[in-house]
């Protein structure tokens, strides 16, 4: 079982950077799949990227790529998006999301066990 909690999401200004961070426990992270997540007020939960359980596959949303980045420490529990370029159309609850598997998927359903999310907002 993992138990992700999300970290470091706030109020930025377009065009700046934030890092989310996500701190699992549980034994099986190691061999967890990881995704990121977002949810604006009115719309549906939608993928942002995931990663393997060793971190050399990603995937991300075609609306983030270029200026998201997804990354794992597996000494640390922990995973990581860094967000750069950020827009106004950016802003949402992000969560933070583990599979049972080890490799990664952009179908919410694929994912069992969810944090209970940070806010970001990007004021234009």
């Known amino acids: 079982q993992v138990q992700p909690v999300e970290s470091g999401g706030g109020l930025v200004q377009a065009g700046g950077s934030l890092r989310l961070s996500c701190a699992a426990s549980?034994?099986?992270?190691?061999?967890?799949?990881m995704g990121w997540f977002r949810q604006a007020p009115g719309k549906e939960r939608e993928f942002v990227a995931g990663?393997?359980?060793?971190?050399?596959?990603?995937r991300y949303a075609d609306s983030v790529k270029e200026r998201f980045t997804i990354s794992r420490d597996n000494a640390k529990n922990t995973v990581y998006l860094q967000m750069s370029s950020l827009k106004p159309e950016d802003t949402a609850i992000y969560y933070c999301?583990?599979?049972?598997?080890?490799?990664?998927?952009?179908?919410?359903?694929?994912?069992?066990?969810w944090g209970q999310g940070t806010q970001v907002t990007v004021s234009s």
């Open positions: 999301a583990a599979r049972q598997l080890g490799y990664t998927s952009q179908s919410v359903s694929a994912y069992v066990y």
């Open positions: 549980g034994r099986t992270f190691s061999t967890s799949a």
């Open positions: 990663i393997n359980w060793s971190g050399g596959s990603t």
